[in-house]
């Protein structure tokens, strides 16, 4: 939704439902998918990543800095209006978001029988 919504907007596309699991604040007329097929939820994510052996002093700095930054006025309704609903929280908190995605994705590629070319 974020690079369409200028789109939405204008009038040139057509939203029939979000992935997320809950409605959108910029768009809460459009109801989820899972409104429609219950259990259904899906969403693209960012974040900040460091090398391996980043020390844990710089990590947490770091940390503290970007989660001070996502819960700015300012930021947090240039993200909402865009429709990015930032995520925050400790280096474990993200890891766990990653590792969990990517255990999703990965039933749906077992799942699916998709093979590489």
């Known amino acids: 939704m974020a690079v369409s919504i ?5 009038g040139k596309v057509r939203v029939l439902a979000v992935t997320t699991a809950t409605r959108s ?14 259990g259904y939820v899906t969403f693209g994510f960012a974040g900040v990543g460091v090398p391996r052996n980043t020390p844990i002093e710089v990590i947490e700095i770091l ?3 970007v989660n001070a930054a ?4 300012a930021i947090k309704a240039s993200l909402s209006e865009r429709l990015l609903n930032p995520f925050h929280g400790s280096p474990a908190d993200f890891g ?4 969990d995605v990517t255990e999703t994705w990965g039933r749906v590629v077992r799942v699916s029988g998709v093979k590489p070319n």
């Open 6 to 10: 200028d789109a939405v907007r204008a």
């Open 96 to 99: 766990k978001l990653v590792a």
């Open 70 to 73: 996502l819960v700015d006025p």
């Open 63 to 65: 940390n503290r800095q």
């Open 25 to 38: 604040d910029v768009l809460p007329d459009i109801p989820t998918v899972s409104e429609f097929v219950p």
